[in-house]
């Protein structure tokens, strides 16, 4: 099959990671074009090369817009702020260039924001891949933002996302989302229907998230996983520091807790510099070795939507991990069964004491943990959904 994929970001370990582990089971087998953007400030200046681009790859610059501007342009045109961040007539270039030189049996547009480009491949079947449900992100958002300005502003940029979602989806033969949750809130909040939706659930690689027989013994330490670029993630480690650290590091003065992930902000390495038991690793070529030697993953997401990559990784590496309900979030792993899932503070903190301190129920949990993603989430599983999706597509299309 020959497929156009368009995409925010160069697919590779920290960035794009859905679209990173589809490509190295599907990209062997099928002639796959990229056009993504390229951040200067990434680590990966190239697809990595275990991605095979039979098709060829063009990478367009990235060009950072100044944030007020974006923001009078999106309330003026009443559009999502991203979508001027995305705006790129660099990137329109790109993508009529290859169309016109090259024969697609489909195009895969990734992230809502890039939606905007779909007039340039009407003439393919095409699907969007928003990944998540964005406007269930933005409500999030604007209900836990307490200054009234901030909330203000907030809620119109929700108020156009889900605007912008209603409209944009129409425009698609299909529209993917990786959390069955996603879906239900997309098709009762009345912005698409069940005709063109479809869930591709996240893949792990379970050859490369293997679990380790050194798991966890040098240290009593618990580690955070995520890209901190992303202010979910922020957000979520300050609410763990704020509200749960306290008590726990008082129970246990020795523990210590890794935050795991490239870019936190200056602001976050402030916030957190007083304490020598936290340590913020920034951006690890593999972070596997910090996972592993941890005695448990903890994800206190407060925000979010989709199926998040680092909690299945963790699962996959044999980990035991205590999660915020949002942390699971169209994730079918059972409460202790699988996890322990926190739904306050007091339960973060009793749930990691507990596995500190009871290494049978740690190993019991490690197990499930691995045996339930090998079972729903390998990344043969997803490459096949895939293509399954974009199969069924085309056959509506041409019918």
Known sequence: MRILLVSAGVPSPIGQIHLYN???VIGSNHDITLICFLDENSPFAAPPPEIVLTGGCTMVPFVRKNSLRKALRAITTW????????????MARAITHTCSEHRFDVAIIEQLALGQYAPLVRHLPHVLFPVDAVSRLKAQRYQSTKNPLERLLRFLDYRATKAYERAVYRQFDGVMFVSRDDIRYTVDAGISDTATVYELPNGVDLTYFHPNAHNGQDERSIAFIGNMRNDINEHAVRWFYDHAWPTLHREVPDLRWYIVGNDPSARLRRYLERDPNIILTGYLEDFRPTIWN????????QMGAGIKNRVLQAMAMGKAIVASPLSVDGISAEHRKHLLVATNAGEFVRYTRLLIEDGRERLRLSREARRFVEDHHSLEGAASKLLHIVERVRRNVST
């Open 79 to 90: 559009k999502p702020v991203a979508l001027e961040t995305y705006r790129s007539e660099d």
């Open 22 to 24: 589809l490509l190295k």
């Open 294 to 301: 941890a005695t448990l993953v903890i994800s206190p997401l």
